[in-house]
């Protein structure tokens, strides 16, 4: 099976730092290196994904990984994926909740209810975030079995995640695909338009269940 095409999002000061670390793990030469002019916060970046896969292949579904991560094991995370991507097929937002093990203050929560249905049963419905909370209210998430650990981690069609900005919240979208039209080739590295970018929203992911009441935790 081929290796799917691979993004990277980065500000355009650890472009070459980025770049070295890319190359010491054998980054697939097409492999995109996407620069932003200043960073935007996730749910900017990802559209820049989102745009960038769209264009490489028809409907690709997109698996979103913050760079900061260490996942252990690795065949496990693996599994997890591909248990999702049925309803990622099925143009459910995932994201993945890691099972607390603490009472942490330093993580946001994912909060989940039932299943969004019998034939999809590791898949729940999530009801909210919230972010880092208190020693009380995280020990509360934690007694309550029905929190889990934010990974930051994403699957779904990226035409979905397309659709989803246009709805809720237009603006990013139209400023990063005026970015990406404007977008310059340097060497490994692609340039999205500076005054495009640094006019959309700094807004997180996580912050769109305020208006999709309902995504999903695997």
């Given amino acids: 099976m081929a290796t799917p095409p691979v993004s990277t999002v980065v500000n355009e000061t650890h472009r070459f730092l980025v770049l070295e670390q890319l190359e010491a793990v054998n980054y697939p030469q097409d492999g995109l290196l996407l620069l932003e002019p200043?960073?935007?916060?996730?749910?900017?970046?990802?559209?820049?994904?989102?745009?960038?896969?769209?264009?490489?292949?028809?409907d690709a579904l997109l698996l979103v990984l913050p760079a900061d991560h260490l996942i252990r094991?690795?065949?496990?995370?693996?599994?997890?994926?591909?248990?999702?991507?049925?309803?990622?097929?099925?143009?459910?937002?995932?994201?993945?909740?890691?099972?607390?093990?603490?009472?942490?203050?330093?993580y946001g929560y994912i909060k989940a209810h039932e299943a969004v249905s019998e034939q999809l049963p590791g898949v729940l419905n999530v009801e909210a975030f919230v972010e880092k909370p208190s020693a009380d209210l995280a020990q509360a998430y934690l007694e309550s079995g029905a929190y889990s650990w934010n990974s930051g981690v994403f699957l779904f069609k990226a035409s979905r995640y397309l659709k989803a900005l246009r709805q809720h919240c237009p603006e990013i979208l139209e400023a990063c695909e005026a970015a990406f039209q404007q977008r310059q080739t340097d060497g490994r590295f692609t340039r999205v338009g500076q005054q495009a970018f640094l006019s959309c929203t700094n807004r997180p992911v996580r912050d769109y269940p305020k208006y999709v009441p309902k995504r999903q935790l695997l």
């Fill in 38 to 58: 200043e960073g935007r916060n996730t749910a900017p970046a990802i559209a820049l994904a989102a745009l960038a896969a769209s264009q490489n292949q028809h």
């Fill in 73 to 106: 094991p690795n065949q496990e995370f693996i599994n997890t994926v591909k248990a999702a991507i049925p309803a990622a097929e099925n143009d459910f937002l995932i994201t993945f909740g890691v099972r607390p093990s603490s009472a942490h203050t330093g």
